[in-house]
């Protein structure tokens, strides 16, 4: 099926599209201190060595769930001294 494009006065067939000679590259991670406290991770490599050493995994961001934050208890004391009532949800 041939395929058009509009250039503003008339339905033509787009240029032909060129295809890249060279592989797509991806750029290595930044050093970074672990999170885990064993010091600095430089790369992809060492990122995935670190994790199999201690036994975690990344968290898919569908995974975490926020909690409500907790209000200190000075908040409710505010409020009631000026008459604001909260319902909790």
């Not at 991806?26 to 994790?51: I, N």
């Amino acid at each position: 099926m041939t395929r058009y494009v509009w250039n503003g006065d008339a339905w033509v067939e787009p240029a032909p599209r060129r295809t890249s000679a060279a592989p797509m590259i991806q750029s290595d991670l930044p050093a970074y201190k672990s999170p885990l406290g064993t010091g600095w991770v430089e790369g992809r490599a060492a990122r995935r060595e670190e994790m199999k050493r201690h036994s975690v995994r990344e968290v898919d961001p569908s995974e975490f769930r926020r909690s409500p934050p907790v209000e200190p208890a000075w908040v409710a004391d505010w409020r009631a001294d000026r008459g604001i009532v909260r319902d909790k949800p």
